[in-house]
């Protein structure tokens, strides 16, 4: 095949049928393979009774390049897109993702954890918001998460007690 064949095609390669927004998102092109990703894996599998949530990174060096780019320094990998991931802690298959856009999440977007699936959340905080949203694939089983310290928050386990989902983290002591 010649290079500029293998261009054509590459060209025509999405991972999305859908428009551009109107404002500006860095984003648009991911966000509906991450959501039907999401939504298949809650309808086709079902997690063993204990799972892990915590953040993740995709390996990208060059900040220039890439969307959302982070610098996180106590991470083994540490530039690349932040993800919040959820797995299988028998099986290790990652069940729900969620990306960290940081600043560059357009202002137009509403608020991940302001309204959805568990009603408002705002008096909560953002950290419960996201505990909530990444454990509701596992909703009234019964199942135990772990959290990473960064998630231990009491209000969240208590919201996920009342969601029949069973919390624990280490609690890091902290001189401050």
Known sequence: MSKKRFNAILDSLTYTNANPP???DRFWQILEIVMKWNKNMTEIFFSGWITCLDESMSIWENMYTCPGWMYV???PHTKGNEWHTICCGLCGILFFMEMVEGKDRPPEMPALNTSGVFGDT????ATVGLLLRMCKPIYHSGKIVVLDSGFCVLSGIIELAKKGVFAGARIKKRRY
């Not at 705002?122 to 905080?125: A, P, S």
């Open 122 to 125: 705002r008096k909560l905080g």
């Open 22 to 24: 109107q404002y500006k």
């Open 73 to 75: 320094p106590r991470k």
